[in-house]
């Protein structure tokens, strides 16, 4: 008797590890390997001897690497000193990569979940519906052309034309994703075309676990297959954030108004709630940064918010800063804190994170986990997907 094969609608988790393309930060050159993406286990690596500028954790590494790098191990040669950005290198793979699908059939899978040529690009989307959107994009125009010197000066005679160039860099912009590492931090790019199929939720139903290149994805409820696009969603950006930030986030990269599951949810609203005006109440007052500012009554006291009030707090919200460099002086985040404390809930998401930017900064973070892990789980489990029961 044989078995049964689950087929791919029924299964658990999938593990993408063919990109079509992928780049090493610049600045972490020295610390992972350039194939895998992975820490060295023996603590060091082999360095390409053309370019001397690629690292890799071991033999099998290098020569797996090869394919990606043997023309790109060329054009390092001939611009020393001079190193291209990494997205000059990573752009640069993916023309490579087209321009031998090309002439050459897809011997290496690279497109076994779909092809390049129907990935959605920026243009597509703009004949459709946000011509007006693209075209007022100064900032992300301005970057292209300077992406495109950088390009031309890197691949000199090797070049694509400028407008298939622009083609390349739109579907590479709205397709391609960042890899972290275990500790969460973000240490390259890559762009995997069966990656590209999952659509976005502020409220995920599953999740990419990175080991180096190498993508984990799986389900974070139960009754979800991850190869039912119709079900398996993923978050393109940080989903610890208020609706208002995440919208911002989607519509700068991916020219999209977010109207998922979690964005139309009013719950959403306890993120971004401000502190009940009578001393001693712990009652939210429930706003979002962009609702028209009114009087609001708390639902424990009655006690009410009136409108000016309101707006200082969406303000107040608008202007904190949504992220903090490392080297910035605890002093200025602190400053913010004492702001938001003064108007904000203690559960507003931008007080949680300006307290987590504070013990960073200040080295306290590790004996202060416990309780902050506490806080934000508090806050967000109502929000997010219902994980596996464990």
Known sequence: MVAAVPSLSQAKYKIFDSPFAHQLLNPLIDNYCSFCLRFPEEGKLLTCAGCHFSKYCNVECQKKGWAAHKLECRRLKK??????????????????????????????????????????????????????????????????????????????????????????????????????????????????????????????????????????????????????????????????????????????????????????????????????????????????EDEEPMDIACPECSAVLDESKVKEGQELMKRLPPSFDPKCPAETVQEFLDQATAVLHPSNVYVTRLQTALLHLKGELDQSLPSLHKSIYDNYKARIATPFET
């Not at 993923?234 to 989607?250: H, P, T």
């Open 79 to 288: 611009v020393f000193p001079n190193l291209p950005m990494t997205e000059v290198l990573f752009l640069s793979k993916i023309i490579d990569r087209v321009l031998f699908l090309s002439e050459k059939s897809d011997e290496f899978g690279w497109e076994k979940e779909r092809t390049f040529e129907s990935l959605l690009s920026h243009r597509q989307l703009v004949t459709i519906i946000y011509r007006e959107d693209i075209e007022k994009d100064g900032p992300k125009m301005k970057h292209f052309e300077k992406i495109l010197v950088k390009m031309t000066t890197f691949r000199a005679e090797e070049m694509v034309s400028r407008e298939v160039f622009f083609e390349i860099f739109c579907k590479t912009s709205i397709n391609s994703h960042s890899i972290h590492s275990n500790a969460g931090i973000e240490i390259g790019m890559a762009l995997d075309l069966g990656i590209s199929k999952y659509n976005h939720s502020c409220r995920p139903s599953c999740a990419m676990v990175f080991d180096g290149v190498r993508v984990f994805f799986r389900p974070l409820i139960p009754d979800v297959q991850v190869d039912d696009l119709d079900k398996s969603f993923i978050s393109y950006i940080d989903v610890g954030r208020s609706r208002y930030r995440r919208r911002i986030d989607l519509k700068a990269k991916w020219y999209f108004d977010c109207e998922c599951e979690r964005c139309s949810d009013p719950d959403d609203n306890r993120l971004t709630a401000l502190k009940c005006p009578k001393e001693g109440c712990e009652g939210m007052i429930l706003t979002a």
